[in-house]
């Protein structure tokens, strides 16, 4: 099976189609809900006004899904095409009604969002996390079941221990997810705040950061850390990879006839998926 978003909604609920072979139905818009589970929480104004520009002429093309919840209806899929249809003041949308639990509604609206882009950096690892909890999946078995990479999945959740206000800028799309995970290297979270409002002060890219948050580490090492030779690109360039590979911070520290490589770790289980992937 291929690698990817490729794997699409299918991949979770077999021999099940969105719309084709399902019957859709005219339900009331004042009868529907939001979904309870959605993971996207910004929508853009100027985008939904457009949508409802597009549907006063077009009406809805795509069908939402839904699933019958008491009298009314909860939204499963096609949240924002519910919402640009209150604002072109429509009446009904068309919709297919599937039966569906807590469970399934959480990676359908996850998995179309993931495939639709729409999802920050920080709504997408709320949701990696919120699946997770609810479905009693450790990080490499919900990324075999998205499709995705361990690695891609846990650098996603480290995000979640940054600060909130840290959190609001990647959000608000003044910090790269870069620029999040590089700050996730400082411990002091004080100290992170002060240097995301320097990041956003004086435009430093990714590299930018990266070098001066070594440097700070340096500075408050031991006087061994701060004899240290400075790293060439080679060294840097490495660490990236390894990074990426292990979802943690990882250091090579060469000397003058010996290094180290330091791989941190977050807890138990932490320690032990990382002692697996050296196997």
Known sequence: ????????????????EMVNGNQVEKIKVRSIKPNPFQPRKEFSDEALEEL???????????????????????????ERRFRASKLALQNEIPAVVRDLTDQQMME???????????????????????LMEHLSLTQEQLAQRLGKSRPYIANHIRLLSLPKEI??????????????????ALKN?????????????????????????QQ????????????????????????????D??????????????GKIEIEFFSDDDLERILEMLK
């Open 216 to 243: 700070m580490m340096q500075s408050e090492g031991s006087k061994e850390t701060k004899k240290e030779l400075k790293k060439d690109l080679f060294i840097e360039e490495y660490e990236g990879h390894l990074r």
């Open 167 to 184: 959190q609001a800028y990647v959000v608000e799309g003044q910090l790269s997810t870069g620029h999040a995970r590089a700050l996730l």
């Open 108 to 130: 359908y609206a996850l998995l179309e969002n993931l495939q639709r882009e729409d999802l920050n950096a920080i709504e997408e690892a709320e949701a990696y996390q919120n």
């Open 189 to 213: 979270k004080k100290v992170m705040q002060q240097v995301a409002e320097k990041i956003i002060a004086e435009g430093l890219n990714v590299r930018q950061l990266e070098a001066l948050v």
């Open 1 to 16: 099976m291929a690698k990817g978003l490729g794997k699409g909604l299918d991949a979770i609920f077999k021999g099940q």
């Open 52 to 78: 409802a520009t597009s549907i006063k002429e077009h009406g809805v093309l795509q069908p939402i899904i839904v699933r019958k919840k008491g009298v009314s209806y909860e939204i499963v899929v096609g």
């Open 245 to 258: 590979y292990f979802g943690t911070s990882v250091q090579i520290k060469k000397g003058k006839h010996k």
